[in-house]
């Protein structure tokens, strides 16, 4: 055992004068160590590789509260994005098998979903996912390594094994890019013990059953939306508004939209515990803000969809006196990505004030690989960047939200144009399209820039993705009504809108 430790303590002693020769002599192991293996990690680690770096990338997940563990690729891949994409596919496909009925389909027996198929087809795709990046990195000769990553100073990561065995790296220049995972409420007795969040839900084996969505958050919805549209007992419980941050005369035709699809919600209550009976189902209890009053329900699942936290506990950032945003627990950052500490960078989820999408972590990565590399000097505009909620009814978005439109300019400076259209898809299906909606907000004067547009209805996000592109160049409305469009589509009501809210006048669109 004696010696035992003197071998520890020597490989110690080793490993410090390992950093130390580094530090003095100005050489490192890498010339770029990135923490996380995210869309944006991976993205930042392969293009300052192609640039001639020799860069590592460290990424570990750690277990949920359940145990849902996964492999490379961060949130999007494995318990994001892409598992969330498939199974509101799933759903959407629910709906088109009833449609499908009016437009000549012969269907005979009753319609039915099977969850454990559609599970295993997805984590079958996300697996594939994951053996992709590690053959890019290998390909790319980015050194992959699956640690625990925490900094030691702004030129040395420290490594841990599951094991906890250490590894030290040095490297010119440090990027984190670790992203957040899932909250748990603190206040709430059995919310850890038998809830569950997003990182569980796309890896479960069988069907979560009757499911309560804690939150309103476009993650809260969209679960909601795709547990509705498969067949499953969903409900929604909102504190106060959905979709904060999103324009609200859009969130309101969203969640308009689910309720009819289905979806039920329990508005203006907070939970207040979680009990488990001998029978296994999950008993909540919760409180109405309103009235004060209790109310009980049981579920066969909980989830929580009530914000994330970013990952930076753990870093040892504030030993090394990196400035994170004390509301938040998120790094502050420059325009460049820099943080107050020289040589060490964080974009993404982790950075105080960014979008928490991954384009725009993928984009930053690149960019920041670049410039580190001495290879460009371009910024990440973080300006009109477009994204959709996939809802049952998806809702598009770029640029500003009405009431942030008229918080800047003012609301006798901006102008909003809107329809209400019917999809010809709809028709024939008799459809109800009553919250299929689109507005243009525009400055009021001069050429009327285009602000924001809003859009909901089927396939938001590749409609919205088209249009982001003008805002990108300045787009006015003009250049929306000088463009023709695609007919029959839904897209091309947005080069046809002419109806103003401030006339009062319908905006129901008529004919075809």
């Keep these: 055992m004696a010696a035992l430790c003197r071998c520890r303590h020597r490989w110690k002693r080793n490993n410090c004068l390992h950093v130390l020769t580094r530090n003095l002599t100005g050489k490192y192991d890498y010339d770029l160590v990135v923490i996380g293996g995210g869309s944006g990690g991976l993205a930042c680690s392969k293009e300052a590789a192609q640039l001639g770096q020799k860069v590592a990338v460290l990424d570990y997940v750690e277990p949920t509260a359940k145990g849902t563990k996964w492999g490379l690729g961060g949130t999007c891949v494995n318990?994001?994005?892409?598992?969330?994409?498939?199974?509101?596919?799933?759903?959407?496909?629910?709906?088109?098998?009833?449609?499908?009925?009016?437009?000549?389909?012969?269907?005979?027996?009753?319609?039915c979903h099977d969850w454990a198929t559609m599970a295993d087809a997805v984590q079958n795709h996300v697996r594939s996912l994951n053996w992709g990046h590690r053959v890019q990195l290998q390909d790319k000769k980015v050194k992959y390594l699956n640690l625990r990553g925490s900094l030691l100073d702004e030129h040395t990561v420290r490594g841990l094994t599951k094991a906890g065995k250490e590894t030290l790296l040095t490297a010119k220049n440090i990027v984190i890019a670790t992203g957040g995972r899932p909250k748990y409420p603190t206040n709430i007795p059995g919310a850890m013990e038998h809830g569950m969040t997003s990182d569980d839900i796309f890896w479960m084996k069988t069907s979560p059953g009757k499911t309560l969505v804690v939150g309103a958050s476009y993650v809260a919805l969209e679960c909601a939306g795709f547990l509705t549209g498969i067949g499953l007992d969903a409900t929604v419980m909102v504190r106060s508004i959905a979709l904060r941050g999103f324009d609200q005369q859009m969130a309101g035709l969203v969640t308009d939209y689910m309720e009819a699809y289905g979806t039920k919600f329990v508005k203006e209550c907070v939970p207040k515990r979680v009990d488990k009976l001998s029978s296994g189902a999950l008993q909540v209890t919760w409180t109405d803000t309103h009235t004060g009053s209790e109310h009980k329900d049981t579920y066969d699942s909980v989830l929580w969809a009530v914000g994330r936290a970013p990952e930076t506990k753990a870093l040892g950032l504030d030993k090394l006196g990196v400035q994170l945003k004390k509301e938040s627990g998120k790094i502050i950052v420059g325009a460049d990505e820099s943080t107050s500490v020289p040589n060490i960078f964080a974009f993404g989820d982790i950075g105080e004030g960014r979008p928490e999408l991954t384009p725009t972590a993928v984009k930053a990565g690149k960019l920041l690989a670049r410039r580190l590399a001495g290879h460009g000097k371009e910024l990440m505009n973080y300006d009109n960047v477009a994204t959709t909620v996939f809802t049952p009814l998806e809702y598009g978005c770029v640029g500003l939200s009405e009431e942030e439109a008229e918080e800047r300019h003012g609301k006798d400076g901006i102008e909003v144009y809107h329809a209400f259209y019917k999809p010809l898809e709809f028709s024939v299906a008799e459809r109800d399209a009553s919250q299929c909606y689109l507005k243009v907000v525009c400055e009021r004067g001069g050429d009327q820039k285009i602000l924001g547009l809003h859009f909901t209805g089927p396939n938001a996000g590749e409609v919205t993705q088209g249009f982001a592109l003008g805002l990108q160049c300045g787009a006015t409305y003009c250049h929306l009504l000088q463009t023709v469009g695609i007919h029959p589509t839904c897209a091309e009501e947005l080069t046809k809108v002419n109806i103003t809210k401030r006339s009062g006048l319908n905006a129901t669109v008529s004919g075809c």
């Design 79 to 111: 318990v994001g994005c892409i598992p969330k994409k498939l199974m509101h596919q799933a759903a959407l496909l629910g709906t088109a098998v009833k449609d499908a009925q009016k437009y000549g389909w012969q269907i005979s027996g009753p319609i």
